[in-house]
């Protein structure tokens, strides 16, 4: 049978690459072997056909005329973006030459990976590698600026990544989406929650922002950021105070509820009420709708875990979704990630035996700028994928004196000369996910599907598999495991009887049917993986690393520039940075607003359009305002990561002022948790935000 890419013409199956929950399954159109039209899989068992416009646009990224198709070698300053194309054996003989000789003098953690999900295939996102950075011994990368702390309250609490199976929400009575842009960031969910209000079911938004999501709930309730904490504390302080939980729940399947009964008194509605913003009638409104409702569903978000108290906002709302006995019915309890039902031999994917015991430093990927203003042992070599930290990182105006430093040596393989690209010596042009061979695991549904390459590789570009087995042969690295091919690499991941739900899953099954449901036989396990083996409500592990043992409110830290607080969100029509230099998706996106309150806005002396400069000690950008009531006072909010303007300006470069303090927990950013002073900008001519964009 001839491949996907021998075939010129058809629709073909395959599923959506990027970091998005819903992972959708796609039917890509080719003619004459390109892509003509990217469309859903009707056949697809939970997205049926439906997907985001960021991918069905995405073609225009494929075929972007600023896609990279050589590998090229810098011929000017750093951030320049003066470069001239070389060959592929000069490309990876310029980079193993460098590294041999740091190696050498300085040893191997001179060099350090950085790297994310820009791709979700597991073997090119978290594969070949690793392999690779295990056996040379590099300085290894704590890969947490996403879900680190909000998975370390979850996993505390429940064990692991595991709740509701999305399919059964269709059935669920009331929604509460909590710190989520679902409407953005995961869009089946809400389809299956508009369709379930179709039979009478409520949806519920708490968010600091009233977004796209906030706009389309029956109740919108808007809290102060960073206090989520506080607000599910109260909730738990009226259902225990008026005996609205289920005693039978807490006694057979939790550790700590009679500890936590008493620990709540003190989160009294008037006390909670004033922390959060959330008025009293609300709280009660609140707790007595969600116990006379069942099922009842809390979809816990990636927002309100980017905070210093990220860890416990999750924590202390995983415990409010257990009270009252939902995680026992089908289509209640709680959705934070669902990655574990599909876990996969991560140890034989990633070979960390490779590393022979050595004990190499790490780095946390949130405090990169630091890391690479390290003045002892510095970071020497730096090879960034499927990430470009300049735009991405906290405090990246750090990131970006870090990368401009003359002796760092600099490699970026991507599909674009990114920002942080315009700071390498050598870039090397990436593959799409469309040209790789992969295998895909939803942190939302529970299906695991495949992906064989459907066109031929643009240009010269090549996978990050391929790259790392170039890199390897010329490191003179013989194992076998950094010769392995793509198939191999999905099968090894594959086999992996510690996790029974992958028991109907193997290569040849899922070529077949390109998508197949992990195996989930009761709707609650009879054992959690806790210590306990059940949900805890009291956290003796937590206590022994010197954090409260029952969940606490712990404020945001003080910070010395105090000014509004800042949340950069999720843009819609963006992912992260992808697409931020794409014409289609920028015009889509329109402009890099900042959503304000009318009082302060009076109070600055902004009107609404006006163009905007926000600042704080770490460095500022420019946004244009948005006044109205979608914040509350003392609340401004931002959508998207932008793209430089095409003078090389960081202008609107929001991560310019996120702190890179980590999280309570985890390790995580906590991007939303800055403070920002807020001036007009002195000329009101508007931007060619737009034109600036598109000319990149
Ligand atoms: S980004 Fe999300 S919603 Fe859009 S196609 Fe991909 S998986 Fe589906």
């Keep these: 049978m001839s491949t996907y890419t021998e075939q010129q013409d058809g629709i073909f199956k395959t599923v959506c690459s990027l970091d998005c929950p819903d992972q959708c399954g796609l039917l890509v159109h080719k003619e004459a072997g390109k892509i003509v039209k990217i469309a859903g899989d009707p056949e697809h068992p939970v997205t049926r056909g439906n997907i985001c416009n960021k991918v069905r646009h995405m073609g225009e990224r494929i075929y972007d005329k600023k896609r990279l198709t050589q590998p090229l070698k810098r011929v000017g300053p750093k951030g320049s973006r003066q470069f001239e194309p070389i060959s592929w054996e000069e490309a990876i003989s310029t980079i193993t030459s460098q590294w041999k000789s740091l190696i050498a003098d300085h040893g191997p953690e001179s060099i350090l990976p950085y790297s994310f999900y820009g791709n979700m295939g597991n073997i090119n996102a978290e594969g070949m590698d690793r392999r690779f950075f295990h056996r040379m011994g590099a300085s290894q990368l704590e890969r947490t600026i996403c879900t680190a702390a909000g998975g370390a309250g979850f996993k505390y609490t429940v064990g692991g990544s595991i709740g509701a199976d999305p399919e059964d929400t269709v059935h669920t009575k009331l929604f509460i989406f909590w710190g989520i842009n679902a409407v953005s960031t995961n869009m089946h969910q809400i389809t299956i929650a508009q369709q379930a209000r179709k039979q009478g079911a409520k949806i519920v938004v708490i968010d600091a922002h009233k977004n796209q999501t906030g706009r389309l709930a029956d109740w919108f309730i808007p ?101 009252t006995g939902q995680w026992q019915v089908r289509g209640g309890g709680a959705i934070r990630s669902n990655s574990g039902y599909l876990a996969f031999n991560t140890e034989a994917l990633q070979r960390p035996d490779l590393l022979e015991k050595r004990h190499t430093r790490s780095f946390n990927m949130n405090q990169l700028g630091r890391a690479l203003a390290l003045q002892e042992k510095p970071i020497r070599s730096l090879y960034v994928y499927g990430s470009n930290p300049a735009v991405v990182t906290p405090k990246a105006s750090q990131v970006r004196e870090g990368l401009a430093r003359e002796d760092l040596f600099t490699v970026v393989h991507d599909l674009f000369l990114t920002e942080t690209a315009a700071y390498a010596d050598i870039v090397l042009p990436a593959t799409s996910a469309f040209e790789n061979h992969d295998f895909y695991t939803s942190y939302w549904h529970l299906y695991m599907q495949i992906a064989e390459p459907v066109i031929e590789a643009y240009g010269e570009s090549k996978s990050n598999t391929e790259v790392f087995r170039l890199l390897a042969a010329a490191m003179g690295y013989e194992d076998q495991a950094l010769k392995d091919s793509d198939e191999e690499l999905i099968r090894q991941a594959l086999d992996y009887p510690a996790n029974p739900g992958l028991a109907n899953i193997n290569y040849e099954a899922l070529r077949e049917h390109k998508y197949i449901k992990a195996h989930r036989p009761t709707i609650y396990p009879d054992r959690l993986a806790t210590p306990s083996g059940k949900v805890e409500l009291y956290s003796s592990t937590l206590e022994s690393m010197g954090l409260p043992a029952l969940p606490t409110y712990i404020p945001l830290q003080e910070q010395e520039d105090e000014g509004y607080l800042y949340i950069p969100g999720p843009a819609h029509n963006y992912l992260n940075s992808t697409f931020s230099n794409n014409a289609k998706h920028a015009a889509m996106e329109k402009a890099p607003r900042l959503f304000m309150n009318e009082s302060d806005a009076e109070r600055e002396g902004i009107a609404d359009g006006e163009w905007v400069i926000i600042s704080n000690t770490n460095g500022s950008c420019e946004l244009l305002a948005s006044v109205g009531e979608t914040v509350l006072p003392g609340v401004v909010v931002s959508q998207g990561l932008w793209a430089d303007t095409s003078d090389n300006k960081p202008t609107h470069l929001v991560n310019a002022l996120t702190p890179d303090r980590l999280s309570d927990m985890g390790g995580g950013a906590t991007f939303f948790s800055s403070r920002v002073h807020i001036q007009k900008r002195s000329e009101t001519s508007p931007d060619p935000v737009i034109a600036a964009i598109t000319s990149l």
């Design 223 to 323: 809290v102060l950021p960073g206090t989520d904490t506080a607000l599910a504390l109260g909730l738990m302080h009226i259902l225990f105070a008026e005996n609205r939980v289920d005693e039978a729940f807490l006694q057979e399947h939790t550790v700590g509820h009679e500890q936590l009964r008493e620990h709540v008194k003190s989160y009294d509605p008037a006390t909670v009420s004033a922390i959060t913003g959330v008025p009293v009638d609300d709280l009660y409104k609140l707790a007595h709708m969600y116990h006379e409702t069942t099922p009842a569903l809390i979809r816990i978000g990636n927002g309100l875990q980017h905070h210093d108290n990220g860890g416990m906002n999750t924590r202390a709302i995983t415990c409010l979704s257990v009270l």
